[in-house]
């Protein structure tokens, strides 16, 4: 599923496994040079605490304004930053998104307040790249309900295989109850 905004489309993917260490930021840095490269008009949104997307893309982690912010509603296009880049925005993670998952328990349509607060840049952009934590709570799932094409990276080893079905399990359900496309 794409969103379609005037005559531009957005392509959302996310990046994705609970599992640490397999390589979600160094995939998700790479498609977004590798999409810049190619002439693609990129937003990578850092949905890590870590923020280490955002310094992999040349964004500065020090703004006032963060995908926190842009999650929970308050000056979402402040958030939006420029890299160095021409045609490779970022919105920077920050350690306060660590804490969202408790803010967003008690809202309604949690599951869709990523997906909402994104939705008017939709039209700006060839692709958006959603790197996500390693795990499976509020902030993966507003990101699998947000997306229309789910990458998995994964390391060949039994605990990364045995937490993928896990994972895909979950995004059955995401597919069955928030994001049918």
Not at 58 to 65: L, P
Not at 93 to 104: F, Y
Not at 161 to 168: F, I, R, V
């Amino acid at each position: 599923r794409t969103w379609k905004v005037g005559a531009k489309v957005a392509k959302i993917l996310a990046i994705v496994n609970q599992k640490g260490g397999v390589g979600k930021t160094t995939t998700c840095v790479n498609l977004a040079a590798g999409l810049y490269e190619a002439g693609k008009r990129v937003l990578l949104c850092d949905f890590d605490p870590q923020g280490n997307a955002s310094s992999g893309v040349g964004a500065d982690k020090t703004v006032d304004y963060t995908i926190y912010d842009v999650l929970m509603g308050s000056n979402p296009y402040e958030a939006l930053i420029k890299t160095k880049f021409d045609n490779l925005d970022c919105l920077p993670s920050s350690m306060s998104l660590a804490g969202a998952e408790i803010e967003m328990i008690a809202i309604e349509n949690r599951e869709f307040m990523l997906k909402n607060a994104i939705a008017p840049v939709f039209g700006n952009y060839d692709f958006i790249l959603l790197d996500c934590p390693p795990s499976l709570g509020l902030i993966t799932l507003n990101a699998l309900a947000a997306s229309d094409t789910v990458l998995v990276p994964i390391q060949c080893e039994y605990f990364a295989l045995e937490g993928l079905s896990q994972l895909m399990s979950t995004v059955r359900l995401v597919k069955q109850r928030y994001n049918p496309a």
